[in-house]
């Protein structure tokens, strides 16, 4: 064959060129347009951003919506390319965790074609790249922008489409692949099912997130709400429903990337703080709050950590990060929120993390610093007898190595909490030299066990100086070294030593590691 002929283009061949050509942002050139007026990338540029270069492999890219009874094929293939479901795998962060690993799907609706509702073929092509990411147990990245079921599709035969599988099809993925959802914009409806059932969710200041749109808000007889005023972005990170804020949506890609690194495996080449700016982080005055966001970036590799969700449930901190290359959940304490007292937020969102770590075999360190499971009767009203149990009953699903760390109080049950139910239940239990312990705050037990004898003081003054004399007393007996010698923590170590103690002890372990026999599946809240 002669070079002219094997240059040669047949009819058939360029009519599919020609059509392919057409499902691309260049041939869409007002669509682009106006949608780079907004300040918006388009579902192709977040792509190709998201995947590494010449990876992408799309899955039903001729697709037009199911609209033929009502449309021509030419303006369909014009202004419904790919049924606006832009859908294939591709491989990301292949420099970082080399080829192998860099395997996933990416999923995007557009919302420059009708409105990123759900088509036929749309869903569809859903059904069909589950399949292969269960098969393939492939990561998922997925932008739901857009709407719900599509009311103006008519070339099928369906009342209600409620038979559709794509919704159970992707929940079925929950604890078999990680999966991450990306808002930028109006999600509504089928596209908020999509993005709530997925493993993280990360947003942007644009998105309006909702399980009803406006249409289906006002047809519900629930007055006219602007789309923007659904489920704002503000909003639904305060209440826990976003799990990473993004500035835009070259951000949120670029936190994509990040997240997704976790559930991809270690990676060889990573930096580490000094740990000896450890020592400091805790005040030598036991009443002086402390950031232990400070700690963890210390502990951490540098640079690594991704905290989630922290405007909600703000006692505690949930966090992916790496340690030695390794990835890790860690779990800790805020003592700049209620000194650190587990709440239903807290517990909730705790719990929920040690699902997502135990789905994805994550190793866990907890750091603990809490008086306790919060008290009182506006506490309960929130239901915390319930929300704190889950605490301890995801703890105690925990079958990856976990380790606890105490870095200054270890009171009662919440420190159990922080520690799988039982400083005896991680593979091993220490404490900093600041640690501090007790069954409860000492200053109640002390009034608890000895309220008869103060009470039988008659001088004011007198009683208030026994009491603090108990109670200095308590707090002498609950050091972390006097602990130790009762062997209730492990071990007290120098805080410059626990980065290489978390490496030895839930890293680098010998032996095959722990399987679970339970079920997967990771909680949506």
């Keep these: 064959m002669s070079e002219q002929e094997r240059e040669s283009v047949r009819p058939d ?44 492999v799309e899955y039903g890219g001729f697709a037009i919506a199911a609209q033929r009874a009502r449309r021509t094929v030419d303006d369909l293939v014009q202004r419904t390319p790919a049924d606006g479901l832009i859908a294939g795998t591709a491989r990301v962060n292949s420099a970082l965790v080399g080829n192998d690993r860099a395997h996933c799907a990416v999923l995007s609706y557009d919302y420059t074609v009708l409105a990123g509702t759900q088509g036929v073929m749309g869903h569809r092509k859903k059904d069909r790249l589950f399949e292969v990411i269960e098969r393939r147990r492939l990561p998922v990245v997925l932008f739901a922008e857009g709407g719900g079921g599509r009311p103006g599709d008519t070339d099928h035969a369906m009342v209600a489409g409620l038979d559709v599988m794509a919704f159970a099809l992707w929940a079925r993925l929950s604890g078999l692949v990680p999966r991450i959802g990306v808002a930028s914009g109006r999600c509504f409806a089928g596209n908020a099912a999509l993005l709530g059932c997925s493993d993280l969710i990360i947003a942007t200041p644009e998105a309006s997130i909702g399980m009803g749109g406006p249409a289906m808000i006002e047809g519900g007889g629930l007055g006219v709400v602007d789309a923007d005023k659904v489920g704002p972005f503000d909003v639904q990170v305060q209440n826990g429903v976003i799990d990473i804020a993004a500035a835009d949506d070259a951000d949120a890609v670029r936190l994509a990337r990040q997240a997704l690194s976790f559930f991809q495996g270690s990676v060889a080449s990573w930096e580490a703080s000094d ?14 709050a402390y950031d232990v966001h400070r700690a963890i970036e210390i502990l951490v590799d540098a640079g690594s950590s991704l905290e989630l969700r922290p405007r909600f449930g703000r006692g505690m901190v949930t966090t992916l990060a790496r340690i030695e290359g390794h990835p890790v959940g860690i779990v ?44 009182g009767p506006d506490a309960e009203r929130t239901a915390l007898v319930r929300h704190a149990s889950r605490l301890f009953l995801a703890g105690a699903a925990l079958t990856v190595p ?19 139910g039982s400083f005896r239940a991680p593979l091993m239990t220490v404490a900093w030299p600041t640690g501090e312990f007790g069954g409860m705050g000492l200053e109640g037990a002390v009034k608890l066990a000895y309220r008869k004898e103060l009470e039988a003081i008659e001088d004011v003054d007198e009683r208030k100086a026994r009491f603090d004399a108990m109670v200095a007393d308590a707090y002498a007996r609950g050091t972390a070294l006097n602990t130790a010698t009762y062997f209730e923590v492990d071990d007290v170590v120098d805080p410059a030593e626990t980065r290489a103690l978390v490496a030895a002890v839930i890293l680098h372990r010998g032996g095959p590691q722990r399987e679970s026999t339970r079920p997967r599946y990771v909680d949506s809240w």
């Design 13 to 56: 061949l360029a009519e599919t060129l020609r059509r392919r050509k057409l499902v691309q942002d260049e041939s869409r050139g007002d669509v682009v347009a106006a949608r780079h007026a907004s300040g918006r990338s388009t579902a192709r540029e977040n792509l190709a951003e998201l995947c590494d270069e010449g990876s992408f």
């Design 402 to 420: 976990f380790m606890t760390v105490v870095l200054r109080k270890g009171y009662g049950l919440g420190a159990q909490a922080m520690a799988g």
């Design 275 to 288: 740990q000896r700016a450890l020592r400091d982080v805790v005040p030598e005055n036991r009443r002086r």
């Design 332 to 375: 800790a304490n805020n003592p700049m929120h209620l000194a650190g007292a587990i709440t239903s937020d807290g517990a909730d969102k705790a719990a929920r993390f040690l699902q997502l770590c135990e789905a994805f075999r994550l190793p866990v360190l907890f750091l603990c610093d809490t008086p306790g499971i919060m008290v």
